[in-house]
């Protein structure tokens, strides 16, 4: 007998393998996923394995829709991931995609803050749709969020955030993912957060206008809990405006880091 | 004094507000950390610079 979770929910099992256990299984399984890999091979079944045996185009229940959904995230990652607090101010090219990556990695707690509508001149670059057009961005994202993955829990501020409200807000948080647009606010932001908040991470986002080499994105672990994503010299300015290529490789670069951090990683 | 791994010789201690103004950094742009510390915008008027320093300087440019 194995005890293992199948489809989020504990069983012993006498099956010794994966594909006993998919024959054994009341309905066909048309993705077969074993410890977040998804698989047509067999494997031996051992104490603690995850399998996920999902079955196309059915509606599962709301407990099985979540253990499905978390089928693909390596196991001790997700738990590590699931327990992570992660704030993000600016809910613009960056900061809305990696609202929704970071929501689609299975980050259990987010914070999303912005004093802004969706208008739009932001749909060339920014995880919104025309539907969302006049909404508050926190509302936006917040209603995305809900279509990607309902089981996390998703706080939101529509505010603008200032020297002296920085610190208040963000305390508290794992990691804050710096996202906004003008050099002085990031600035104003990153200064407030490593200097009263020393448990904090901050991740920002600098120099990823324009239509420039991809390859010049990168992540800089820059100062002791400080990291930079971008080619820190391509801003935003009239003849080399922000494009969704190169904001949403920014993002992924942050994403991905804030990932890291939760993970226990440092390294760049 | 080494600025963002570039050794820059200082013959004299310098104002921290001197050094940024004279390296042409806004200062309204930037974010410092001097062996390790982050250094307040507020204390960069008042902090010495020694030829053993070591500075790391972000400066951060617009779009995000």
Redesign the interface.
Known sequence: MASIMLNGLPVQTDAKTLHQLQQQFPYQADVVIYNGFQTSDDFPLKDGDFVAFIQKGVMPNQEELESLMCARHTPAVHQKVKAGRVAIAGLGGLGSNVAVMLARTGVGHLFLVDFDVVEPSNLNRQSYYISHLGMDKTAAMAQQIQQINPFLDVKTKTIRVTQENAVSLFQGYDVVCEAFDQPENKAMLVNALLEHCPHTAVVSGSGMAGYWSANDIKTTHKFQKFYVCGDQQSGAQAGNGLMAPRVTVCAAHQANMILRLLLGIEKE | MKMNGVLIPLERPVLLSELLEQQGY?Q????V?KN?E?I??SAYLDTLVQDEDVL?I???????
């Open positions: 806004e309204m742009r930037i974010a950390e390790g982050i307040p915008k790391e972000v400066s951060f440019v617009g779009g995000g």
